[in-house]
């Protein structure tokens, strides 16, 4: 199965950047879309984006604007630039990747393969 594996969490101020990856190993050819997602405590896991192999490409409304994501196929790696961040923001961020799609969604069911996360801190 495809193994994901997030880096670049981190606490920063209010207003600051990060940069998110996730590497991709052993069956990577079977991922059609990979995305991000994150969680607060408390709070439900909430889609933050998504791009898929056909270019298709979905961001939540609260990001749009501040954070871009980005694919690099010859890494197999996924990236999160997250600008102007809020204390809102923060959470733990997972990267997901799902097989046999090809319309980017924000939904988390129609993922397959989830990684363990890293944290953001983000203080006002």
């Known amino acids: 199965q495809v193994q994901l594996m997030e880096s670049g969490g981190g606490s920063v101020q209010a207003g600051g950047s990060l940069r998110l990856s996730c590497a991709a190993s052993?069956?990577?050819?079977?991922?059609?879309?990979m995305g991000w997602f994150r969680q607060a405590p408390g709070k439900e896991r909430e889609g933050v984006a998504d791009?898929?192999?056909?270019?298709?490409?979905v961001y939540a409304d609260s990001v749009k604007g501040r954070f871009t994501m980005s694919l690099d196929n010859a890494k197999n790696t996924l990236y999160l630039q997250m600008n102007s961040l809020k204390p809102e923001d923060a959470g733990m961020y997972y990267c997901?990747?799902?097989?046999?799609?090809?319309?980017?969604?924000?939904?988390?069911?129609?993922?397959?393969?989830w990684g363990q996360g890293t944290q953001v801190t983000v203080s006002s």
């Open positions: 791009i898929c192999t056909t270019g298709s490409t």
């Open positions: 052993r069956y990577t050819y079977s991922t059609s879309c």
């Open positions: 997901a990747a799902a097989t046999s799609r090809t319309i980017a969604t924000l939904w988390a069911p129609r993922y397959n393969y």
